[in-house]
């Protein structure tokens, strides 16, 4: 579609009487401790799913940089950032 062709559709939809709907993302309401956490879980979920993917692989392609790469993320240590425990912040220690 040219340039042209969408300016004509624009201007066509803004003068005829039908409403605008635009669509917005729902505000994150968690705290930052909340979302830290849900985060840390998701990256051991995924973790999780790689290590299952590599043992799945066959032996052919053991050796190639798909394996490396996903044997580094098996190999990532995710207990340090497990441990971590953010502040509260201002007011509510």
Do not use: K
């Not at 605008?20 to 849900?38: F, G, H, K, N, T």
């Not at 043992?55 to 441990?83: F, Y």
């Amino acid at each position: 579609m040219t340039g042209a062709e969408r300016l004509a559709r624009h201007r066509a939809t803004r003068t005829s009487d039908a409403p605008v709907i635009r669509l917005r993302r729902p505000a994150d309401r968690r705290s930052r401790i909340q979302r830290w956490s849900d985060t840390i879980a998701a990256l051991a979920d995924l973790q999780a799913e790689y290590g299952t993917w590599l043992d799945a692989l066959p032996d052919n392609q053991r050796d190639r940089a798909t394996a490396e790469a996903l044997r580094t993320i098996v190999d990532l240590d995710l207990c340090e950032p497990q441990a971590i425990e953010p502040p509260r912040g201002f007011g509510r220690d």
